[in-house]
């Protein structure tokens, strides 16, 4: 089973809101990833957490702040975004490194956020 | 550093017809190279990925995709499209010593037109 599961589908929030996005895989992997897609666009990479611990943030705003509490899941809190940050955002999952060379990343369905 | 350029924005195919979606690639180092669909309102689905061994690749749906290391390429193919194929393909490579680091291209939109 390849599955990757997130929750809400959808998610719409005032710029002052508080939300949060879930993600989880029961794959065993070690590694799980956050993607920013905007439409028509490829996925941008912001965070990677390798055994439960960050080990990429790529230049994210502190607006969005991603948690790790198990293996299992993966969290991105959501605080005073702005109307552009309105995107698909997409969980993935992988081996981890060390368990397998290719690590090969398995996607969620995603989540598709508006914010206004 | 890598990067992947997908030659093609949008690709019109005839149903039962064949096709190729265009994918080349540069970086200094090894890399290893994957294709992923989305279909409308979906995540990116896995359709085949090259690690190593024989450079033609089997995927699932029907498509195999073919390294090229000389022209650093790796084009997709379907000897024959159906209408649920419809949907956005990305090639996408990461070096194989920093492997959680995909690089994506920007997207071929494939349309079945019956």
């Known amino acids: 089973d390849t599955e990757v599961t997130q929750t809400p589908k959808h998610l719409v929030m005032g710029m002052t809101n508080k939300k949060s996005l879930k993600c989880e895989q029961h794959m065993g992997h070690r590694a799980m990833y956050w993607y920013k897609q905007k439409a028509k666009k490829p996925p941008e990479l912001m965070f990677v957490?390798?055994?439960?611990?960050?080990?990429i943030n790529e230049s994210v705003p502190s607006r969005f702040s991603p948690e790790c509490p198990n293996s299992s899941l993966l969290n991105l809190h959501l605080h005073a975004l702005q109307p552009e940050d309105s995107a698909l955002y997409l969980c993935?999952?992988?081996?981890?490194?060390?368990?397998?060379?290719?690590?090969?990343?398995?996607f969620g369905p995603g989540t598709r956020l508006t914010v206004l | 550093a890598q990067s992947v350029t997908q030659l093609d924005s949008q690709v019109p195919v005839f149903e039962e017809a064949p096709v190729e979606l265009r994918c080349n690639y540069s970086s200094s180092v090894s890399v290893y190279l994957f294709w992923y669909v989305q279909y409308p309102n979906q995540g990116l689905q896995l359709l085949l990925k090259y690690l190593s061994g024989s450079t033609l690749v089997k995927g699932i749906n029907g498509f195999e995709a073919e390294f090229n290391k000389s022209q650093t390429s790796f084009h997709l193919r379907k000897p024959s499209v159906h209408i649920s194929d419809t949907a956005e393909y990305f090639c996408a490579v990461s070096d194989v010593q920093g492997a959680q680091k995909l690089v994506f291209g920007q997207g071929t939109r494939l349309t079945i037109n019956p």
């Open positions: 993935a999952s992988s081996p981890g490194p060390g368990i397998t060379s290719t690590d090969t990343q398995y």
């Open positions: 957490y390798s055994y439960e611990k960050l080990s």
